[in-house]
T-cell receptor
Framework: DADVTQTPRNRITKTGKRIMLECSQT?????MYWYRQDPGLGLRLIYY???????NKGEISDGYSVSRQAQAKFSLSLESAIPNQTALYFC????????????FGSGTRLTVV | QKEVEQDPGPLSVPEGAIVSLNCTYS??????FMWYRQYSRKGPELLMY????GNKEDGRFTAQVDKSSKYISLFIRDSQPSDSATYLC?????????????FGTGTLLAVQP
């Protein structure tokens, strides 16, 4: 099994729909992250969590919410999806806060039509 | 001005060539410098990281950091078709209890057999 598993791998949804992307990890790390990747913009941080009780906004959190259900599970929700949220979404985990050694999942390709 | 600048490419080289990938940055507070490799339909994976100026070698890969010029490089010797991927530079700077990680937009590399 992969260290970081994301579901679904691909999703097409309609504007205005609520959608949840799920992430689970087997690394045993406390820190988890959600990024989105867009061509020409690179990876941008949406939310991050240091533990189950600690959730923080990243640089582009508007329109998104998260839930840390357990140390191993971190979900990202789009309450009312819009077309400019079409992107590749990655979950990641890390052992510490130095900024290196992130383990990423394989991503969810989300298309909002 | 972006904090991290990276030429998006694409860069196409013949098998066996030496590849040079580069990033420039503007924030002199960056401490850790990383290179991630991302294959198509996969998440980024850490290739190398360095903490200070100088060179670090790992097999066919050499990471170079020049803090005085705010310039980092990744060299790939004897490039192979399996090296074809997008290469992302990343840098981290302390932000309170953790480090803020900034990614470049990535350079797409194609190694032709």
């Amino acid at each position: 099994d992969a260290d970081v598993t994301q579901t679904p791998r691909n999703r097409i949804t309609k504007t205005g729909k609520r959608i949840m992307l799920e992430c689970s990890q087997t690394k045993g790390h406390d820190r988890m992250y959600w990024y989105r990747q867009d061509p020409g913009l690179g990876l941008r941080l949406i939310y991050y969590s240091f533990d189950v009780k600690d959730i923080n906004k990243g640089e582009i959190s508007d329109g998104y919410s998260v839930s840390r259900q357990a140390q191993a599970k971190f979900s990202l929700s789009l309450e009312s999806a819009i077309p400019n949220q079409t992107a590749l979404y990655f979950c990641a985990t890390s052992e510490d806060g130095t900024g290196y050694g992130y383990t990423f999942g394989s991503g969810t390709r989300l298309t909002v039509v | 001005q972006k904090e991290v600048e990276q030429d998006p490419g694409p860069l196409s080289v013949p098998e066996g060539a030496i590849v040079s990938l580069n990033c420039t940055y503007s924030n002199s507070a960056f401490q850790y410098f990383m290179w991630y490799r991302q294959y198509s339909r996969k998440g980024p994976e850490l290739l190398m990281y360095t903490y200070s100026s100088g060179n670090k070698e790992d097999g066919r890969f050499t990471a170079q950091v020049d803090k005085s010029s705010k310039y980092i490089s990744l060299f790939i010797r004897d490039s192979q078709p399996s090296d074809s991927a997008t290469y992302l530079c990343a840098m981290s700077v302390p932000r309170g209890a953790t480090n803020k990680l900034i990614f470049g937009t990535g350079t797409l590399l194609a190694v032709q057999p």
